[in-house]
């Protein structure tokens, strides 16, 4: 059966009346040739008073049965076959008698019919208005009727897209507030790792790396609720990142940040830098007793921000990184965050190890 959420009720926008104008036009001229209105022996003033009778007997039909044939057969959509063809039957015989006398009512007005002719013409009427009629008319209902429940299963099927398109949103951003719970633990159980090592060797140090870490913690809460900070703020968290590892490797740690002011103010992800250096602190530094130096840059472009963190460790191979790394889990926020405009990309060699990242 068919679904009555698919049958228009009142399609009577400007394109639908566009549409019957048109098919009146043509109902028009197919009774105008059926009277034998193009037979050329016919003179010019009986042919456009013809023609014009027929326009007439069209639109005064056509305007009914497109102001009528929606309703009706939106009551008799839940029907079965049979009582829908009996309705649009009965229907459409009605508003052809209705439309001719509606029609001939008007041209006895203006005086194109004249009164004794009034019997002639609603029976002359009748006949074509059957032929012509009943085939437009329900040409024009399956037509709307499918033109209706296509637009009606676009709506649902624009809206399921609606709706899929929030749940993938509404998961990125389960999946990216995931990515960075798993980062903030991950600096956290280092630094703390490093601060209980200190704490028989270099008691000042520990406490001094104890308050370090309260302020960083402190700056990394207040800001957890945002996914992006300025990119100051996320150089004073490398720096105090940094000040903390310094304490436990002395001199073996050098590094650098080269941050001109006028990129200070553009929005980065929230630990993103701290993630670098934590990388080239793992890989350059920990594992060499000469240690090692860090270098981190940023540059405003035309294109958008560029961050690099440079190192001159050992080197790393990117593509052995397990997925649960820190660098696997940046480039998985950038992804989310920024999609295609978000990269991370890794050169890495002995000697020198370059990691940059480019944002809008």
């Known amino acids: 059966m068919t679904d009555k959420a698919l049958v228009p009720v009142h399609p009577h926008g400007p394109t639908y009346w566009a549409r019957i104008l048109i098919v009146n036009a043509i109902g028009g001229l197919a009774a105008f040739g059926l009277l034998g209105g193009f037979v050329a022996v016919r003179p010019w003033p009986a042919r456009w008073q013809g023609l014009l009778t027929s326009f007439v007997y069209a639109n005064c039909i056509g305007t009914l049965a497109a102001l009528a044939m929606p309703r009706i057969m939106y009551r008799v959509a839940g029907r079965g076959p049979a009582t829908r063809w009996l309705a649009r039957l009965v229907a459409v015989s009605t508003l052809i008698l209705l439309g001719c006398s509606i029609a001939s009512v008007g041209l006895a007005v203006v005086g194109l019919i004249r009164p004794g002719e009034y019997r002639v013409y609603?029976?002359?009427?009748?006949?074509?208005?059957?032929?012509?009629?009943?085939?437009?008319?329900?040409?024009?209902?399956?037509?709307?009727?499918?033109?209706?429940?296509?637009d009606a299963a676009t709506v649902k099927l624009r809206t399921k897209e609606r709706d899929e398109a929030d749940a993938r949103r509404v998961a990125a951003e389960a999946q990216l507030a995931s990515l960075e719970s798993r980062v903030n633990p991950h600096f956290l159980f280092n630094t703390l790792n490093a601060i209980a090592a200190l704490t028989h060797e270099n008691p000042a140090g520990a406490e001094r790396m104890t308050n370090q870490l309260a302020s960083l913690m402190r700056s990394s809460l207040d800001a957890g609720s945002s996914a992006l900070v300025p990119l100051g703020e996320e150089c004073r968290v490398v720096r105090d990142y940094l000040e903390i590892e310094r304490v436990r490797f002395g001199d073996r740690l050098r590094f650098t940040l080269d941050v001109p002011d006028e990129a200070r103010e553009q929005l980065v992800p929230r630990l993103s830098l701290q993630t670098l250096v934590e990388n080239s602190v793992k890989f350059a530094v920990s594992p060499r007793r000469e240690g090692g130096a860090i270098a981190v840059r940023a540059a405003a472009t035309a294109a958008g921000l560029r961050l690099e963190v440079e190192d001159d460790g050992p080197g790393f191979d990117p593509a052995s990184l397990p997925d649960g790394h820190g660098l696997a889990l940046l480039k998985g926020r950038l992804a989310m965050t920024f999609g295609e405009r978000g990269r991370l990309d890794v050169d890495s060699r002995p000697g020198r190890t370059l990691v940059v990242i480019t944002l809008p």
């Open 122 to 150: 609603l029976l002359g009427s009748l006949r074509i208005s059957f032929i012509v009629g009943s085939v437009l008319i329900v040409a024009v209902t399956f037509y709307e009727s499918l033109r209706g429940q296509l």
